[in-house]
């Protein structure tokens, strides 16, 4: 089994940033794809970034530019860069990792990140 834990939400200004990491413990077959996801008030759950254990990095196209992953795979930890946040960004944002694309998906509890003036 996979344990993750989040950190680092909280509230923003437009145009801020934050840094949200996650630890997580576990057998590293299932750390194989670790990254983020976030969802909105009244919206779906949605795919922010994920990293595979070799490096590979893809990022949402909303997010692009924007926010950057960072992940180590001795720490067994997954960090989240976000800059230029928007308001649009508020959710909460939860760590994720599975073994690979068509295996289930491990959730953290989530953290809230909110961007408000």
């Known amino acids: 089994q996979v344990q993750l834990v989040e950190s680092g939400g909280g509230s923003v200004q437009p145009g801020g940033s934050l840094r949200l990491s996650c630890v997580a413990s576990?057998?590293?077959?299932?750390?194989?794809?670790m990254g983020w996801y976030r969802q909105a008030p009244g919206a779906e759950r949605e795919w922010v970034a994920t990293?595979?254990?070799?490096?590979?990095?893809n990022y949402a196209d909303s997010v692009k530019g924007r926010f950057t992953i960072s992940r180590d795979n001795a720490k067994k930890t997954i960090d989240l860069q976000m800059n230029s946040l928007k308001p649009e960004d508020t959710a909460v944002y939860y760590c994720?990792?599975?073994?690979?694309?068509?295996?289930?998906?491990?959730w953290g509890r989530g953290t809230q990140v909110t961007i408000s003036s």
């Open positions: 994720i990792s599975r073994s690979n694309p068509k295996r289930p998906i491990y």
């Open positions: 576990g057998d590293d077959y299932f750390l194989n794809v």
């Open positions: 990293s595979t254990r070799g490096g590979m990095i």
